[in-house]
């Protein structure tokens, strides 16, 4: 068979394979729709130019295919050509970045309104804290976690005594309410990553970083760390169940918060000392 | 011919042409190439067995060494990708395999692959074997740092398999080696082997800067008379541009590697911040893991155009011969590898847009990479160019070519996706990640390889391969390695994570286990399919055909030896002269369709050739 013929039925398999394939994005529960738009651009923009290249190389292969006497043309250069398929590239790259970077401006810019999130991570976990009443995390500190500090809480600073515990994998979000993630970890690199809400961050030991998004769609979804932590990363999930207004509250009110859990410790210390003396 | 040019001014060059001995003939001034300023290299000839195939002086011998010894390694990546297949596609068959021996072999397919297998490919087997004969040269300008160079290479390749042996087994930190998880428990072979590794890629990086000085100043001292750089062959200009990349960006690894070496023996904490395992604080305190990712892509962005360039450079040599045509736009080309060199250093952050580094780097960092996107679209343009009024053969060497043109086209365009910042935040750490490098940086330059492979063996062996193997090679390995990757790009935007030992569960997921089953096949079936051109080889060196000299009717002078396969000094008694670049292939007006570098411009008066 002729190569040009299995090189275009290559072209065409993979236009076919990418209209009808079953594999694609799982539904989106989060403002991000931009940029599932953008990649939707940049396969019209993209997998165009692929298409054109390879069917112009396979219209060479059958149309110039070597014959004994025949002289292939002898132009070195072309410098019209050369500048027309320069800017037409350019403005083609810049109509991708464009969007690329105004959706960016987005995700770095949190919006005034978004709860913050403390997740906490370690090999193989995660815990999360939210504001008390104040609506303010306290500071904390890896050298103060214990038993009864999960979160490594500054004792002294204020803000963190109604700070609210969620010692579980899994976090409750209010529905079509911007949420900011505070990740860090206290020991490698980690990163919590949930596909339906398509955004993701490091977490980072020594440091906090962050990153936001608006959830709009109840439900529970499952959390991955998307940052290669160790012989457990594969295996270190979590979850977010997404609710309305009034079962995300009557959620939050059940939860401890960090005053409670000292008090909880300070009690067991004391019944512990108790019966120590008994 | 001549007769009619001669003049009392082509007498001028004379005097000086005697002086370097090249030619005592009279030759019109059309004909006159600038006399060399330097005496001749003197060679070192082998005396013994030992020194003319193990501790061998000579350019050529090296770098066949440097290829066996990289394709060796090769062949450990490539049967730890099968074990990582058989683990992904057919988990029930690897029950011997745990979560730390996948990840040992992530780490060392990856590791092989990109710095052990195409670095010391490219550069130390093509830059060693055809610099010299390329640029006119008897060997490259320091031959005894060359082989030890070499020798280098081989101890690091040692060190390296040696810590499949050791206790606790190779690193599985993934080929990054991002602390602090490197070098903590809890990642397999965090002690004897993750020191291994760090200590072999600094004895690369040694050996290599050895074999990077003479690739750079052989191109630019030892160049023949009139090979100016604009005559150069575009596989010489892509080899130098990365060898220039290397010398620059192997230091940051370098460094990483001692800084991290520090922190693993000393508890330094150039990359280790307050760290909490197992209910205790380590010794560390203050460092910052994102430092060594800045470092590593520092070199690890440079590098992947350090595979790149060669093969840019070695492909559009071969289109240009095999379709007899000019290379289209020789000059954007060489400017286009240059260009592709100096932004190669401005974008390493794209690989960290979600590591937690300060978001705003991100506007500058797509910026950037998207800018790069431009030369490398215009050297596909001109590839496809050059085949376009062409007289294409299509032969096995071309079948690579346009394989290469498809897979690296593919490849690139998804590299715009994760160029583009905000796109990168979903699909980053996904399987779109693992298709994209692969098929741009893996399939691509391996095509090219294998093209380089069957085009330049009859040179290296005196034989020529067979095509019918050849070809089943080809279609084998690009229709497979083009359905491992295409498909796997969904996976990516499925959700799935690369490094997962295993699915689990998640629904999405257990969507993706039928194509997994069918990559893992594909798999099976192209790495075994790499055993034809083994078996190839050693057909052709026991049976095969003579190759006549110069068997594509090419141009540059390394079909021009004066024995096949060229013997040490390469060019006999007399180097040649060039006078033209290596692209004069169907000049109107000349008898055959291709000028040899060598031809005088007298020797072919009545062609229309552009003066180059």
Redesign the interface.
Same mark, same amino acid.
């Given at each position: 068979m002729h190569?040009g013929i !299995?090189?275009l039925l290559? !072209?065409i398999g993979?236009i076919l394979?990418h209209i009808f &394939?079953?594999?694609?994005? &799982?539904d989106i529960a989060s403002n991000?729709k931009?940029? %599932?738009d953008? !990649?939707t651009l $940049?396969f019209w923009v993209?997998?165009g130019?692929?298409v054109a290249?390879?069917l112009?190389?396979i219209y060479?292969?059958f149309r110039?295919?070597? @014959?004994e006497g025949?002289?292939?043309?002898? @132009?070195?250069? %072309?410098k019209k050509?050369?500048k027309i398929?320069?800017w037409a &590239? $350019?403005l083609g790259?810049?109509a991708? =970045?464009a969007p690329?970077?105004i !959706?960016?401006?987005q +995700?770095?810019n949190v919006p005034k309104n978004a709860i913050e999130v403390d997740v906490m991570a370690?090999?193989w976990g995660w815990q999360y804290r939210l504001p008390g009443k104040d609506g303010k995390l306290g500071t904390t500190q890896?050298?103060n976690?214990a038993d009864n500090n999960p979160f490594g809480i500054n004792p002294d600073d204020p803000f963190g005594k109604d700070d609210i515990m969620v010692e579980s994998d899994v976090i409750n979000l209010e529905n079509n309410r911007p949420v900011k993630i505070l990740?860090r970890s206290?020991?490698? =690199?980690h990163?919590w +990553?949930v596909?339906?809400f398509?955004? @993701?961050? %490091?977490?980072?030991?020594?440091?906090v $970083?962050f990153y936001w998004f608006e959830p709009n769609k109840v439900g529970e979804y499952?959390v991955?760390?998307?940052?290669?932590?160790?012989?457990?990363?594969?295996?270190m999930?979590g979850g977010v169940e997404v609710q309305d207004k009034a079962d995300y509250e009557a959620w939050l009110g059940e939860q401890e918060t960090f005053e409670q859990l000292s008090a909880r410790y300070e009690k067991l210390n004391v019944d512990g000392n108790k019966l120590a003396k008994k | 011919m001549s007769d009619e040019y001669d003049n009392n001014k082509s007498y001028q060059a004379q005097s000086s042409e005697v002086m370097d001995g090249s030619t005592g003939s009279v030759s019109p001034d059309i004909d006159y190439v600038r006399p060399s300023e330097v005496g001749e290299q003197e060679l070192y000839h082998p005396h013994s067995f030992i020194e003319k195939w193990v501790f061998c002086q000579d350019a050529k011998v090296i770098g066949v060494q440097y290829f066996l010894t990289a394709v060796f390694t090769g062949v450990v990546g490539l049967i730890l990708s099968w074990l990582m297949r058989l683990q992904l596609g057919f988990p029930e068959l690897a029950g011997f395999m745990t979560a730390e021996h996948y990840y040992q072999f992530v780490t060392m397919h990856g590791m092989i692959m990109v710095v052990y297998f195409l670095t010391a490919l490219f550069l130390g087997g093509f830059g060693n074997y055809l610099i010299p004969l390329m640029v006119g040269a008897r060997d490259m300008v320091f031959p005894y740092v060359n082989m030890l160079s070499f020798w280098m290479f081989f101890v690091a390749v040692a060190v390296l398999m040696a810590s499949f042996f050791v206790p606790g087994g190779p690193t599985g930190a993934g080929w990054t080696l991002y602390p602090p998880q490197t070098i903590l428990e809890g990642t397999p072979g965090a002690g004897m082997g993750i020191l291994l590794m760090l200590i072999s890629l600094s004895l690369f990086v040694i050996g290599f800067t050895m074999g990077g000085l003479n690739y750079m100043i052989t191109i630019l001292q030892a160049r023949t008379r009139g090979m100016t750089l604009m005559r150069m062959p575009l596989t010489v200009w892509g080899i130098f541009t990365a060898t220039v990349l290397a010398m620059l960006a192997f230091p940051a690894l370098l460094v990483s590697a001692i800084m991290m070496t520090l922190d693993k023996v000393l508890q330094t904490s150039f990359f280790m911040p307050t760290i909490l395992k197992a209910g205790e604080v380590l010794e560390y305190g203050g460092g910052s893991p994102i430092l060594f990712q800045h470092l590593f892509w520092f070199f690890g962005h440079p590098e992947v155009y350090i595979v790149a360039l060669p093969a840019f450079g070695i492909v559009s040599d071969l289109i240009s011969v095999h379709a007899r045509k000019n290379i289209f736009g020789y000059r954007m080309m060489v400017w286009a590898i240059v260009g592709i060199g100096a932004l190669s250093f401005f974008v390493w952050a794209h690989h960290m847009y979600v590591s937690g580094m300060n978001p705003w780097f991100g506007f500058f960092f797509a910026t950037t990479t998207l800018i790069i996107a431009v030369p490398t679209a215009m050297k596909v343009y001109n590839w496809i160019l050059t085949l376009w009024r062409g007289n294409i053969r299509i032969n096995v060497v071309m079948l690579w070519c346009l394989g290469f043109i498809v897979t690296f086209v593919n490849g690139g365009i998804t590299g715009i996706f994760l160029g583009n910042v905000s796109v990168d935040v979903p699909l980053s750490d996904t399987y779109f990640v693992i298709a994209h490098f692969h098929m741009v940086m893996g399939i691509a330059p391996l095509m090219v390889i294998m093209g380089a492979v069957y085009h330049w063996f009859p040179l290296v062996a005196g034989k020529m391969l067979d095509e019918g193997l050849g070809k089943w090679h080809f279609w084998i390995t690009f229709l497979g390695a083009y359905s491992i990757y295409f498909p796997m790009h969904y996976l990516g935007f499925i959700g799935v994570p690369r490094r997962y030992f295993e699915m689990y569960d998640s629904p999405y997921m257990t969507s993706a286990v039928g194509m997994n089953e069918f990559i893992s096949i594909a798999a099976f079936i192209v790495g075994a399919a790499q055993f034809i051109l083994i078996f190839n080889i050693i057909k052709t060196l026991k049976t095969g055909k003579k190759a006549e000299q110069n068997p594509w009717k090419a141009n540059s002078l390394e079909w021009y030896t004066s024995t096949v396969p060229p013997e040490h000094g390469n060019f006999g008694d007399r180097l040649p002269v060039v006078h033209r670049w290596p692209y004069d292939f169907s000049v109107p007006g000349a008898k055959e369709d291709y000028i040899p570098q060598t031809t005088a411009p007298s020797e072919v008066i009545h062609t229309e050739v552009e003066k180059t």
């Open positions: 190569a !299995i090189f290559v !072209i993979s394979f &394939t079953p594999w694609y994005w &799982t991000w931009g940029m %599932d953008t !990649i $940049t993209g997998g130019v692929f290249v390879c112009f190389m060479c292969v110039y295919q070597h @014959k025949r002289r292939a043309e002898y @132009k070195p250069e %072309d050509l050369e398929l320069t &590239t $350019t790259v810049a991708l =970045l690329g970077l !959706i960016w401006n +995700y770095v370690w090999q890896v050298r976690i990740l206290v020991d490698v =690199l990163n +990553y596909p339906q398509r955004a @993701k961050m %490091d977490a980072v030991p020594g440091t $970083t499952e991955l760390c998307a940052e290669y932590c160790g012989v457990g990363h594969y295996a999930r | -």
